[in-house]
């Protein structure tokens, strides 16, 4: 469901950034495994936001789910033409969750 990089530029801290693919519809299980992951995570090493690529729409899909941290995706799902019709410079579909257009 989802890969974990760790990004760090000069002397900034770590931000820690979790990738995830296809989701086919499944925001809600997304955002469970988020809380789940921050949960065990220590101090200092908690996911700071997430890119989802992919397949992440799929028909009569409600843009309900809020996230703990902020989420970014684009699309190629059963739904993507028309977010980018209703949205093409992207728009926030819930808390925490914004499409990038």
């Given at each position: 469901?989802a ?18 693919g ?22 200092g090493?908690?996911?700071e936001?997430?890119?989802c690529?992919g397949?992440i ?7 309900k ?23 093409p ?7 925490n969750?914004k499409?990038?257009?």
């Amino acid at each position: 469901l989802a890969q974990v990089f760790s990004v760090s530029f000069g002397v900034a801290p770590m931000v820690r950034i979790l990738i995830c693919g296809d989701l086919n519809g499944q925001l809600p299980t997304l955002a469970k495994h988020i809380r789940a992951l921050n949960a065990k995570a220590a101090e200092g090493q908690k996911f700071e936001a997430c890119i989802c690529v992919g397949a992440i729409s799929c028909e009569g899909l409600e843009f309900k789910t809020e996230f703990e941290i902020p989420t970014y995706f684009i699309d190629c799902g059963t739904e993507c033409q028309r977010l980018v019709a209703e949205a093409p410079q992207g728009d926030t579909m819930a808390p925490n969750l914004k499409f990038l257009g």
